[in-house]
């Protein structure tokens, strides 16, 4: 049974930083693309980033670019998103992804978290 379970999610000030985990079960990590996505309230859920397998290329959404850092630990199956500067707009439930094909800012991963919450407040 794959399992993908985020952590580090919380309320924050604007100007915070947190550090979002995902650990995963049930797959083999390094075959897999990792992705964050995130759905604020009355919105669709929206890519934030990715990266690759053994985390050789990466990809950001552009309201993201500088602030956030995504990156991952094959020898512990988790792969993080290092949020600096936070903003009121970034506050949303947070979602952990993989994909078994290449980097896609689509919502076509074949496994998802149930999402960790992050509220910034202002």
């Known amino acids: 049974q794959v399992q993908l379970v985020e952590s580090g999610g919380g309320l924050v000030q604007a100007g915070d930083s947190l550090r979002l985990s995902c650990t995963t079960s049930?797959?083999?990590?390094?075959?897999?693309?990792l992705g964050w996505f995130r759905q604020a309230p009355g919105k669709e859920r929206e890519f934030v980033a990715a990266?690759?397998?053994?985390?050789?290329?990466?990809d950001y959404a552009d309201f993201v670019k500088g602030r956030f850092t995504i990156s991952r630990d094959n020898a512990k199956n988790t792969v993080y998103l290092q949020m600096n500067s936070l903003k009121p707009d970034d506050t949303a439930v947070y979602y952990c992804?993989?994909?078994?094909?290449?980097?896609?800012?689509?919502?076509?991963?074949?496994?998802w978290g149930q999402g960790a919450q992050v509220t910034v407040s202002s």
């Open positions: 992804a993989a994909r078994l094909m290449g980097i896609s800012t689509f919502n076509d991963y074949n496994y």
């Open positions: 049930g797959l083999t990590f390094s075959t897999y693309t």
């Open positions: 990266i690759s397998r053994w985390g050789g290329t990466t």
